[in-house]
């Protein structure tokens, strides 16, 4: 139980084009997802949290409107990167936290390495 | 601020000795605690959690972590190093309840033949 998947595993676009990342709960229901970025040889940083519903809270420092996240159902969570450019370049994780007891464990998905030329 | 720290960036081991991965978190209450493991080009996958209750948990793969409040750790453990182990850990806490995950900056561990 508790999978987590994403798509695209991988995706290259061109810079100035947009780019739509899927998570999904696959046998639970998660009210809450995260967006994580990972560059490379460097630890996960938290990049908004969203909630089923309602509008994400970003962390400091991430563009809102550069890193569109839409969790419009309690099994789907996108992160669309408006305009890409080369420095958006990275490896973007989500997470999902099922309600309930076990609302301190977080399941990762497999992650998006996404390459903008 | 509440904060995990890993020592040690890169900790490279004997295939068959003793793998110890050191983490320590600064937070003032107990957190819930967690160790990651990463290999290349894929996502988390949890090695083991400690929540509450008995303070050495054991997880997959023959991984062991032990919660000591007195010195804020929760090392990560294993007797015996395989080559298969040879990845990226990251240790992690929710400090609250329901919060969100505080990582810290990952140990590369390499396993030599």
């Known amino acids: 139980g508790a999978v987590v998947s994403q798509h695209p595993s991988r995706v290259i676009c061109k810079s100035g084009t947009s780019v739509k990342i899927e998570c999904r709960s696959l046998?639970?229901?998660?009210?809450?997802m995260f967006w994580y970025r990972q560059f490379p040889k460097q630890s996960l940083m938290l990049m908004a949290t969203?909630?089923?519903?309602?509008?994400?809270?970003?962390e400091q420092g991430v563009e809102k409107d550069k890193f569109l996240i839409n969790h419009a159902s309690l099994t789907l969570s996108t992160l669309t990167v408006t305009s890409a450019h080369p420095e958006d370049s990275s490896f973007y994780i989500c997470?999902?936290?099922?309600?309930?007891?076990?609302?301190?464990?977080?399941?990762f998905g497999p992650g998006t390495r996404l390459t903008v030329t | 601020a509440q904060s995990v720290t890993q020592l040690g960036s890169h900790v490279s081991v004997s295939e068959g000795a003793l793998v110890l991965l050191r983490c320590n978190y600064s937070?003032?209450?107990?957190?819930?605690l967690f160790w990651y493991v990463q290999y290349p080009n894929q996502g988390l996958q949890l090695l083991l959690k400690?929540?509450?209750?008995?303070?050495l948990v054991k997880g997959i793969n023959g991984f062991e972590a032990e919660f000591k409040k007195s010195e804020t750790s929760f090392h990560l453990t294993k007797p015996s190093a395989h080559m298969s182990d040879a990845a990226e850990y990251f240790c992690a806490a929710c400090m609250e309840y329901g919060n969100k995950l505080v990582f810290g900056a990952g140990t590369i561990l390499r396993v030599k033949s």
């Open positions: 997470s999902a936290r099922e309600p309930g007891r076990n609302a301190y464990e977080q399941y």
């Open positions: 400690y929540t509450t209750g008995a303070t």
């Open positions: 937070s003032s209450v107990p957190p819930y």
């Open positions: 046998d639970f229901q998660a009210t809450t």
């Open positions: 969203s909630n089923e519903g309602s509008k994400a809270t970003y």
